[in-house]
Nanobody
Framework: QVQLVESGGGLVQAGGSLRLSCAAS????????MGWFRQAPGKEREFVAA????????SYADSVKGRCTISRDNAKNTVYLQMTSLKPEDTAVYYC?????????????????WGQGTQVTVSS
């Protein structure tokens, strides 16, 4: 079992920045590919970013590429999502997720463990 707890969400004006954190406990954090997903009201959950076991490889959705950076600190069992130049359309609940396979999948069913989510609201 892996327990994931997100933090860092909040209300920010368009153009602002936020850094989300996801703290993991349980099994060895470094054995998991980590991802960030988001879900806006009335929409399906969508992929945001993913990072490999050691952090050397990352993937991003086109909608956030160049504005978001995913990183991880395996010594602290934490994955981060730095978001800049935020837009109102970035408003959503953001979830971190973990999967044991090697691929930085963009498909939510491929992830086994999920956090409870943190709300990000971007005002115009």
């Amino acid at each position: 079992q892996v327990q994931l707890v997100e933090s860092g969400g909040g209300l920010v004006q368009a153009g602002g920045s936020l850094r989300l954190s996801c703290a993991a406990s349980g099994r060895t954090f470094g054995n998991y590919v980590m991802g960030w997903f988001r879900q806006a009201p009335g929409k399906e959950r969508e992929f945001v970013a993913a990072i490999s076991y050691a952090g050397g490889r990352t993937s991003y959705a086109d909608s956030v590429k160049g504005r978001c950076t995913i990183s991880r600190d395996n010594a602290k069992n934490t994955v981060y999502l730095q978001m800049t130049s935020l837009k109102p359309e970035d408003t959503a609940v953001y979830y971190c997720a973990a999967r044991s396979g090697p691929a930085r999948s963009q498909q939510s069913p491929d992830y086994t463990y999920w956090g409870q989510g943190t709300q990000v609201t971007v005002s115009s």
